[in-house]
């Protein structure tokens, strides 16, 4: 079946047998699809990740799919009811829902009434009535009435010739499939509130009288109406019939069964007997299995789609731009039990730790200033990265009068960035390990400072799961979840490149063909021997061979080493290619490499052989151009509104800057700095139809946002992208953020100016500290 197989997914794809062949081949030799996607070019005719994931997808299925079909011909020719006609159908079956509909009369189960009925001999009965409707069914029952046999009376024969005819009409493969999608296509889904959730089920409030057809539901609604049966608010019923007929008349249902089976009402003696079978088949069997197949196919559907944003905003958060290796204060927010702070240096070691108290109980507020400001002149902090949870505003205040005290010449920058996961790495085994002197409470503010450096870097040691950039995540197969998210987390890691000296032990398990043993071999390598000065010294690392350093080798950095080359993503087999160029152009490397003008002059075709083709030695002068570039964009962080700070400060019309959260099938999330993210559901986003939002955002976008509407009770936050649906609104909010920030810097330079390195500035936040005056709010 493998060519079958290989020319399906050539078609699903749009690409070559050929190209899906090679493929295949590559991946079952145990190629990873990043390698396959960066380094095998030719084989595949430059299929990109995103192709490669949907073909190794699609290529488990069928391959599923076929074990499965064997199973079935192996069961039903055991059986010996195997012949040409039925096995043509099974090897025709092309989902797993087809082939189950035809293995369903074959299928072993428990007795049922129709065997019962067919080992008292009433089969004929039941075949005679269906292919001779002018047989009057009592008389001719009364022959098969038989007492040994159980069949007391003809009501008990024609009750058993009914079951036997119900199944049959039950486990017709072409009828059922017909009766789906017919379902499907006119049925819909009504959901009503259970008696006294009222109160308690408030947030499903939307759905407590809904109803909407199958075809028309949107994953979101779906999972929202499947957590709240589960959560016991709502009760969910799948209707097959908008318009109910009248009574005793047949619905369209019903008919596809009589015209299957050639049952008409044409006033023949056994014409209502049959008619009454058809309606008890489709309300007693044929409706209920339809039932558990809807609500099935819905929860697929709504959970394929659910996995694949869940997978897309992980891939923009993780490609999401760094701050770079630059000397950063984390602070993890907190009331009761103070603000966490962590300073770690350019390569995110950490240098100093603290807990400073500036809000509520404590109000330390000038005491935490003098505390920041020491650690920040001490350590040359550039940026100070805020977590976005419990007091997380308060806090960025506290972070913004620091800035203002140290004086613009120190170019200290404050970012609010996602916390989310953060507290899960600090009580995970490896923040143990990595951090084994740091409070767990402490770990959280390193997290928080080393993702706004390297957001890939420090997010690949948290679960992706806890991540929570998904919808209704855990309401969805895990299995299937993890495996998306981990394909992701790989080739994000492979897209960026690792530093084999600097990268954790979870950064290098993400890499091709290492793995979480070969990566923590490189690390205790590393450790015992000192930094790597060339990449064919991970051939030292114990166990790790040929074939993984074939995988793993081209996604490595090594910068300052032994060969230029090994900080570009230019594998080492490609090093020949290399070799030539150099002997073409009668250069070295240390002068070719980054030389833009010289590179471009060179034609690719010139250098290629039967080994490297075209693609590879285009790739190769491109690597050579921008050695291990940074495929991930510029540095930038959003500008909350000053006195914007809880949801009762939000006023419609106002607006705003904001980070987008998260994206969701519906809409976009935005972090506007009051705690809670406002929505810009899709309708608000263009003026155009959009069908997804991600076609105008993704996660970790810096945006500006129009209020529309404030639900302090609820929190909710109605946003729009759409900034110029009413005039003038923007203007009556007074100055921008930006403008108030310089006039508050301004009058404080003014006041007292800067001193080099912000010494004056941290002197008078000590001195007012040390002076223990009325902590401020």
């Not at 379902?183 to 009503?192: A, D, E, F, I």
């Not at 969910?236 to 299957?260: C, S, W």
Request: aromatic residues 6%.
């Amino acid at each position: 079946m493998s060519e079958q197989i290989f020319r399906r997914i050539a078609t699903e794809l749009s690409v070559r047998v050929e190209q899906v062949q090679a493929t295949v081949e590559l991946l079952d030799g145990g190629a990873t699809v990043p390698f396959v996607a960066r380094y095998r070019k030719e084989a595949t005719g430059g299929l990109d990740d995103a192709q490669l994931r949907t073909l190794d997808e699609r290529l488990k299925y069928l391959r599923e799919l076929d074990e499965r079909r064997e199973a079935i011909l192996k069961s039903v020719r055991e059986q010996g009811k195997l012949d040409a006609t039925l096995e043509a159908q099974i090897l025709a079956a092309d989902n797993k829902g087809r082939l189950e509909d035809i293995y369903l009369p074959y299928k072993p189960k428990r007795r049922t009434k129709a065997e019962i009925a067919k080992e008292a001999g009433l089969e004929p009965l039941a075949d005679l009535l269906l292919a001779e409707p002018q047989t009057d069914p009592q008389a001719a029952a009364v022959s098969y009435v038989n007492a040994d046999r159980q069949v007391a009376d003809v009501a008990a024969a024609l009750d058993g010739a009914r079951s036997i005819l119900v199944e049959r009409f039950g486990e017709d493969a072409d009828l059922l499939g017909a009766l789906r999608e017919a379902l499907w296509t006119q049925g819909r889904l009504v959901s009503k509130l259970r008696d006294g959730k009222a109160e308690a089920g408030a947030k499903f409030a939307d759905y407590f009288d809904y109803a909407e057809s199958f075809t028309k539901l949107p994953s979101h609604r779906i999972l929202a109406l499947f957590r709240g049966e589960k959560e016991d608010v709502l009760s969910l019923q799948f209707e097959d019939e908008p318009v109910p007929t009248a009574a005793g008349v047949p619905n369209a249902y019903e008919l596809k069964i009589m015209h299957r089976f050639n049952v008409s009402d044409r006033g023949r003696p056994a014409d209502r007997w049959l008619l009454e079978t058809v309606r008890w088949a489709w309300r007693t069997k044929i409706r209920a299995h339809m039932n558990i197949d809807l609500r099935l196919r819905l929860w697929n559907a709504a959970e394929e789609e659910a996995v694949r944003v869940f997978a897309a905003n992980l891939r923009d958060l993780l490609l999401a731009a760094p701050a770079g290796p630059r000397a950063t204060l984390g602070l993890d927010p907190g009331y009761r039990t103070g603000v966490k702070v962590a300073v770690v240096d350019a390569t995110g070691q950490v240098v100093a730790t603290s807990v400073i108290y500036p809000h509520e109980p404590q109000r330390q507020w000038n005491e935490a200033l003098a505390i920041l400001g020491k650690l920040a002149v001490t350590h040359n902090v550039e940026l100070i990265a805020i977590g976005n949870g419990t007091a997380s505003r308060e806090t960025d205040k506290l972070a913004s009068e620091l800035v203002k005290l140290l004086g613009p010449e120190r170019k200290l920058s404050k970012i609010v960035v996602s916390e989310a996961g953060a507290s899960v790495y600090s009580a995970s085994e490896f923040a143990s390990q990595e951090l084994p002197s740091l409070d767990v409470t402490l770990r959280g503010a390193v997290s928080i400072a080393r993702r706004l450096q390297d957001p890939l870097a420090e997010l690949v040691k948290i679960d992706p799961k806890s991540i929570g950039v998904g919808q209704y995540q855990h309401d969805l197969s895990q299995h299937k979840l993890a495996r998306a998210l981990d394909a992701v987390v790989e080739d994000c890691v492979n897209a960026v490149g690792v530093d084999l000296n600097t990268a954790s032990g979870p950064l290098l398990a993400r890499v091709a063909g290492i793995g979480a043993t070969l990566a923590d071999n490189i690390v205790t390598h590393r450790n015992s021997n000192g930094p790597f000065r060339s990449r064919k010294g991970l051939l030292d690392v114990p166990r790790l061979g040929a074939k993984a350093f074939e995988q793993c080798a081209g996604f490595l950095r090594i910068r300052n080493g032994d060969d230029p080359i090994d900080a570009s993503g230019v594998h080492p087999e490609s090093y020949p290619v290399v070799r030539r160029i150099l002997a073409a152009t009668k250069s070295n490397i240390q002068v070719l490499i980054g030389n833009t003008a010289e590179l471009r002059k060179l034609a690719p075709k010139d250098y290629t052989d039967d080994t490297f083709g075209l693609p590879t030695v285009t790739d190769i002068l491109r690597e050579l151009e921008k050695p291990g570039r940074d495929p991930r964009p510029a540095f930038k962080a959003a500008e909350f509104k000053e006195g914007v700070e809880t949801l009762k400060d939000l006023k419609p019309g106002m607006i705003l800057e904001g980070a987008v959260t998260n994206v969701a099938a519906f809409g976009a999330f935005v972090d506007i700095g009051v705690h809670q993210d406002g929505l810009v559901h899709i309708s608000a986003m263009s003026k155009t139809f959009i069908k997804d939002p991600r076609e105008v955002v993704k996660p970790g976008d810096i945006v500006r946002v129009k209020v529309l509407e404030v639900d302090v009770g609820r929190k909710r936050i109605a946003l729009s992208l759409r900034l110029d649906d009413e005039a003038g609104a923007a203007r009556s909010q007074g100055t921008k953020p930006s403008e108030r920030s310089d006039k508050a810097m301004r009058t404080f330079n003014a006041r007292k100016p800067p001193e080099p390195s912000g010494g004056g500035a941290l002197a008078e936040a000590m001195r007012r500290a040390a002076e223990k005056n009325t902590p401020r709010r």
